[in-house]
């Protein structure tokens, strides 16, 4: 049987969004599925990781579910692995997710808050102090500076237009790696989506960025 990943779009994006990426990772034998959800209009995290978690199971034994999440989308995998009790065995990329927490949600906060961010707006401000949960996590960042969120928030060194690199370093991580992407940019980006493929396979990237 095939891996099956399953993929998590980003804010203010719908499942559709993931299609390309989808579609790479299904040329490389994965069964994928894309994972749909109201970014700002859900009615709270707890279901919705409580829903993501009932799509870790594994549905035969021994199957490998892996996650890749684009931007609040890695945020939420992390959130549903914390506690892998229950769900298949598997790896998570994440890409362009601000797991240290985002100076751009940040920023639009002070615009809109909860109706730009809704319920996530905690966790995307906030990210994460450090990954201790028993699966392998590789990020995947961009440095392409194109994206609104340089123009809201105070973004630190290079970005990708949304999410400073540095934001997305989180202590624990497994590996990391940086491509010539935009923040939107990753999802379509054929680098990110080999560097994907590589992770899911051996649990490290093609090339490694330095930490």
Do not use: K
């Amino acid at each position: 049987m095939p891996e099956r990943v399953v993929l998590l779009h980003g804010l203010w994006m719908r499942g559709f969004a993931m299609g390309l990426l989808q579609h790479r990772l299904g040329e490389a034998d994965f069964a994928v599925e894309r994972f749909d959800y109201l970014s700002v209009a859900e009615s709270g995290p707890l279901a919705l990781i409580e829903r993501l978690r009932q799509r870790l199971m594994p549905e035969h034994e021994g199957e490998i579910v892996h996650i890749v999440g684009h931007s609040l989308g890695g945020l939420l995998a992390l959130r549903a692995c914390e506690n892998d009790s229950g769900l298949a065995a598997g790896r998570i990329v994440c890409m362009g997710s601000p797991l240290l927490g985002s100076a751009a949600a940040r920023g639009f906060a002070q615009l809109g808050g909860e109706i730009l961010l809704g319920p996530y707006r905690s966790l995307l401000e906030q990210g994460f102090e450090a990954w201790a949960g028993p699966r392998e996590l590789g990020v995947i960042a961009g440095r392409m500076r194109l994206g609104l969120g340089a123009v809201v928030g105070q973004l630190q060194g290079e970005h990708d237009g949304s999410v400073a690199i540095a934001e997305t370093r989180l202590p624990g991580l497994t590996a990391h790696c940086v491509v010539e992407a935009s923040h939107t940019g990753l999802i379509m980006s054929a680098d990110a989506a080999n560097q994907t493929i590589q992770f899911l396979r051996h649990g490290q990237f093609l090339v490694d960025s330095p930490t």
